[in-house]
T-cell receptor, first 113, second 111 residues
Framework: DGGITQSPKYLFRKEGQNVTLSCEQNLNHDAMYWYRQDPGQGLRLIYYSQIVNDFQKGDIAEGYSVSREKKESFPLTVTSAQKNPTAFYLC????????????FGSGTRLTVV | DQQVKQNSPSLSVQEGRISILNCDYTNSMFDYFLWYKKYPAEGPTFLISISSIKDKNEDGRFTVFLNKSAKHLSLHIVPSQPGDSAVYFCAALLGSGKLIFGQGTTLQVKP
């Protein structure tokens, strides 16, 4: 079955460390997105990529970095510059076809310890 | 600058009654509006959508209404079931493919 796989499901980071969240899709979708969910703030866009080897900053890109070397993969690195990284991170992908919107992964819960 | 707003953080209804979830937006350039349902520690799942040129779309127990003059949309769930208890996100799609989400409304359906 096609879908999006995010790993790990839970991740703990010490202050000052960089961590990378994995997102892999086998849906043959061109566009991929990273969102962050915080209580009461909905989903906020971190980075997105509409084609391989190209990506754009979203609304809250500071302290994050991404790469898109393969169509199937869009890893997100949370750097030490991100001052409040504890959150639930969601990866999504889509084709240009609407109205089904995005397909989301099951998320990664990142906690700073 | 919140382009999509869900002003009610929570809603509680009795099983069998109607649930009405509301969403307001500020940008007239949105092409589609979508509703997603989300359970804790899971990704959102697509529920229903409506094109900006329509005013109503229905799918089973779910109906979305769009009032463009008021920049307002609503999701009606009839009849509500306990399994509908979840967080519901309103989202608006720009032509670039970006989805802008509201803050979410937690729906509780009591048996």
């Amino acid at each position: 079955d096609g879908g999006i796989t995010q790993s790990p499901k839970y991740l703990f980071r010490k202050e000052g460390q960089n961590v990378t969240l994995s997102c892999e899709q086998n849906l043959n979708h061109d566009a991929m997105y990273w969102y962050r969910q915080d209580p009461g703030q909905g989903l906020r866009l971190i980075y997105y990529s509409q084609i391989v080897n190209d990506f754009q900053k979203g609304d809250i890109a500071e302290g994050y970095s991404v790469s898109r070397e393969k169509k199937e993969s869009f890893p997100l690195t949370v750097t030490s510059a991100q001052k409040n990284p504890t959150a639930f991170y969601l990866c999504a992908s889509t084709t240009s076809t609407v109205p089904n919107g995005y397909t989301f992964g099951s998320g990664t819960r990142l906690t700073v310890v | 600058d919140q382009q999509v707003k869900q002003n009610s953080p929570s809603l509680s209804v009795q099983e069998g009654r109607i649930s009405i979830l509301n969403c307001d937006y500020t940008n007239s350039m949105f092409d589609y509006f979508l509703w997603y349902k989300k359970y804790p520690a899971e990704g959102p799942t697509f529920l229903i959508s409506i094109s900006s040129i329509k005013d109503k779309n229905e799918d089973g127990r779910f109906t979305v209404f769009l009032n463009k003059s008021a920049k307002h949309l609503s999701l009606h769930i009839v009849p509500s079931q306990p399994g509908d208890s979840a967080v519901y996100f309103c989202a608006a799609l720009l032509g670039s493919g970006k989805l802008i989400f509201g803050q979410g409304t937690t729906l509780q359906v009591k048996p």
